[in-house]
C-alpha cells in the first residue's frame, strides 16, 4: 500500500461525457502528479501541482484540466470524452516537487470510453 | 518524440540467472534516471535510482548501471527470482523551466520461469 488513495478504480462512460478522477495523496506529501497510461504505452506525464500550485505542465490537452484543494487532495477532470482517451489514469506523490527521489503511485483508475 | 526507450518489451529469464533491462535515452540534460516496477492491477514502485554524475549503483539484487557516453542505463538483477516478474518502468528526470519533470520508457515485461 503506497498511501496514495485513488477514486475511482474503474469508471465506463460515453463520448462527449466528462469524469472526475480524484486522488488523495500520501500524508504529508504535498505534490501531485497525474499520468496516463495507454495501451503498450509508457506512463505520460500529465501534469504536476505543488502544494495547491500547477508546478509543471506535460502532454494534458486542453479538453482536461486539474486542481489541486488546499487539503492537497487533486482532481483531474476530463471532458468531451473521446474513445482515445481510453486508459489508465495514475496519481502520484511526493514530498518535494523534486525527481530525485521517489514517486509513490496509486493503483490507478481505469477509464473505458465506449 | 520518445525521449526514453525501453527496446525490449518482453524478456524471460531462468530463475536465479541475471535479468538484465535496458534503458536508451536521447536527452543529454536528463540529471537523475529511476526504475520502477509494477505488478498487475497497482501502481508502479520505485525500485532503484541513480544520479547522473554516478556510473553505478546497488541495492541488494538490484544495480543499475549508468553509460553517459552511449546515453544507456541498464538494469540487472541478480539472482532472478519468481517474485521479479513484472513490467520494469526506465525513468529519467530533467528540468525545465524551473520544474522538474519525469519522463517513462515504454516498460519491459519481464519473466522469471522456474
Known amino acids: 500500500d503506497s498511501g496514495v488513495t485513488q477514486t475511482p478504480k474503474h469508471l465506463i462512460t460515453a463520448t462527449g461525457q466528462r469524469v472526475t478522477l480524484r486522488c488523495s495523496p500520501r500524508s504529508g506529501d504535498l505534490s501531485v502528479y497525474w499520468y496516463q497510461q495507454s495501451l503498450d504505452q509508457g506512463l505520460q506525464f500529465l501534469i504536476q501541482?505543488?502544494?495547491?500550485?500547477?508546478?509543471a505542465k506535460g502532454n494534458i490537452l486542453e479538453r482536461f484540466s486539474a486542481q489541486q484543494f488546499p487539503d492537497l487532495h487533486s482532481e483531474l477532470n476530463l471532458s468531451s470524452l473521446e474513445l482515445g482517451d481510453s486508459a489508465l489514469y495514475f496519481c502520484?506523490?511526493?514530498?518535494?516537487?523534486?525527481?530525485?527521489?521517489?514517486?509513490?503511485f496509486g493503483e490507478g483508475s481505469r477509464l473505458t470510453v465506449l | 518524440d520518445q525521449q526514453v526507450k525501453q527496446n525490449s518489451p518482453s524478456l524471460s529469464v531462468q530463475e536465479g540467472r541475471i535479468s538484465i533491462l535496458n534503458c536508451d535515452y536521447t536527452n543529454s540534460m536528463f540529471d537523475y534516471f529511476l526504475w520502477y516496477k509494477k505488478y498487475p492491477a497497482e501502481g508502479p514502485t520505485f525500485l532503484i535510482s541513480i544520479s547522473s554524475i554516478k556510473d553505478k549503483n546497488e541495492d541488494g539484487r538490484f544495480t543499475v548501471f549508468l553509460n553517459k557516453s552511449a546515453k544507456h542505463l541498464s538494469l540487472h538483477i541478480v539472482p532472478s527470482q519468481p517474485g521479479d516478474s513484472a513490467v520494469y518502468f526506465c525513468?529519467?528526470?530533467?528540468?525545465?523551466?524551473?520544474?522538474?519533470?519525469?519522463?517513462f520508457g515504454q516498460g519491459t515485461r519481464l519473466t522469471i520461469n522456474p
Open positions: 525513468a529519467a528526470s530533467v528540468r525545465i523551466q524551473g520544474a522538474q519533470k519525469l519522463v
Open positions: 502520484a506523490s511526493s514530498v518535494t516537487g523534486d525527481y530525485t527521489g521517489e514517486l509513490f
Open positions: 501541482y505543488y502544494n495547491g500550485e500547477e508546478r
